[in-house]
Every structure is written in structure tokens, then in C-alpha cells.
T-cell receptor, first 113, second 113 residues
Framework: DQQVKQNSPSLSVQEGRISILNCDYT??????FLWYKKYPAEGPTFLISISSIKDKNEDGRFTVFLNKSAKHLSLHIVPSQPGDSAVYFC????????????FGTGTRLTIIP | DGGITQSPKYLFRKEGQNVTLSCEQNLNHDAMYWYRQDPGQGLRLIYY???????QKGDIAEGYSVSREKKESFPLTVTSAQKNPTAFYLC????????????FGNGTRLTVT
């Protein structure tokens, strides 16, 4: 039973436009969410996170939105750049704990020049 | 330069053989993790260790074994009992056992034929 779902395996966006990546979760007790970016044959790198006490967190071109009632979060990248082409994973630690992460299945983002 | 080193980058083995994947970190991190990545399945946790000489099973520990004799090293053995060992294996560490500070190595791609 997947606790974290990314329903779009791939997404293509024109350079300069907005990229929106989505993530749904099942456990309303989750209280912290992270996004990782992964290039081929490399390890994931941390991108941005959000706590459940907030509904938005922004860092430069990257903004994460959290909708607790819908159990949904999204990552917005604007403007999209060719270097943003990668696989993006959302991830959550267990409720009331932070000793491990559960990852979504990932979305492959391709930015078209 | 501090970081996590996984070696080798590519590994080939015959079915029925055990194989050990190396993971070394010089970040002085307490916790270390092993994840496996398969196409369309995201990252799944195999084992993790919060402290030397202690480790816990993750979500897919069957067919794997680990040891944590030194703080900087967390080798993973893929045994012949693992039904589908071909995958991309990622090692990670975190400073204080919290996933907000998770750092990944660049992975080892294991192919078993």
C-alpha cells in the first residue's frame, strides 16, 4: 500500500514556462514533506521541504504548496530551465518520527528548449 | 571534501553469488541508510543504522544483510536469497539521524545474470 503517490511518471514543459509536479499522500498524520531531485546515475539531492504548519514554502524558483485537507502537495518551478530536467521525488518521514523517509515513485521532468 | 563514496559504480555478478556493496562516509554522520531504486517504484528502504553496531530492517530487507562496525562504513551484502537483485542501490547518511539532513552517494548499479 503506497503511502506516497506521484501519479505522473513523466512531464514535459517548455523552457521558461512553469513546471508543476504533484504528490498525494494517504496518512493525515504526516507532518513534514520533502522534495528531492535526481539526475541519472547520481544520488538524489535535497531540493525543498515544508512543514504541515505551513501551506507554502518558497526558495528561489522553487515553491512547494501543501493542501492538508486534500492530502496533496505540489512543487512549482518557474521559470523552468534545461538544468531542471531530472526525476523529482516527494518524500515523507513517519508521523512523530524522522528516522527514515518513504519516497514516492518519482516524476521525470523534461524541459524542452 | 566530505561526502559519501559508493564503490564500484557498476557491478556484475552471476546468479547465486553473494555480493557486497561498499558505502563509506567522511561526514561524521551518525545514521546511514541503504535504498534501492527500480524503474517506476521510486526508492525503497532496505536497512538503516542510527548508531554503530546497531541497525534496523527497512521495508524490503529480505535477501539482504548489513553491518555497522565503524561509524564511517555501512556495507550491504546482497545474498543469493534476494529474488530480484538487479537494481540501482543508493547509500545515504544523516548527521543526527533526522531525515532533513539526508545526503546520498552516487549509487551502485548491480546487474545479476
Amino acid at each position: 500500500d503506497q503511502q506516497v503517490k506521484q501519479n505522473s511518471p513523466s512531464l514535459s514543459v517548455q523552457e521558461g514556462r512553469i513546471s508543476i509536479l504533484n504528490c498525494d499522500y494517504t496518512n493525515s498524520m504526516f507532518d513534514y514533506f520533502l522534495w528531492y531531485k535526481k539526475y541519472p546515475a547520481e544520488g538524489p539531492t535535497f531540493l525543498i521541504s515544508i512543514s504541515s504548519i505551513k501551506d507554502k514554502n518558497e526558495d528561489g524558483r522553487f515553491t512547494v504548496f501543501l493542501n492538508k485537507s486534500a492530502k496533496h502537495l505540489s512543487l512549482h518551478i518557474v521559470p523552468s530551465q534545461p538544468g531542471d530536467s531530472a526525476v523529482y521525488f516527494c518524500a515523507v518521514p513517519p508521523p512523530f518520527g524522522n528516522e527514515k523517509l518513504t519516497f514516492g515513485t518519482g516524476t521525470r521532468l523534461t524541459i524542452i528548449p | 571534501d566530505g561526502g559519501i563514496t559508493q564503490s564500484p559504480k557498476y557491478l556484475f555478478r552471476k546468479e547465486g553469488q553473494n555480493v557486497t556493496l561498499s558505502c563509506e562516509q567522511n561526514l561524521n554522520h551518525d545514521a546511514m541508510y541503504w535504498y534501492r531504486q527500480d524503474p517506476g517504484q521510486g526508492l525503497r528502504l532496505i536497512y538503516y543504522s542510527q548508531i554503530v553496531n546497531d541497525f534496523q530492517k527497512g521495508d524490503i530487507a529480505e535477501g539482504y544483510s548489513v553491518s555497522r562496525e565503524k561509524k564511517e562504513s555501512f556495507p550491504l551484502t546482497v545474498t543469493s536469497a534476494q529474488k530480484n537483485p538487479t537494481a540501482f542501490y543508493l547509500c545515504a547518511s544523516s548527521r543526527d539521524g533526522t531525515v532533513s539532513s539526508l545526503h546520498f552517494g552516487n549509487g551502485t548499479r548491480l546487474t545479476v545474470t
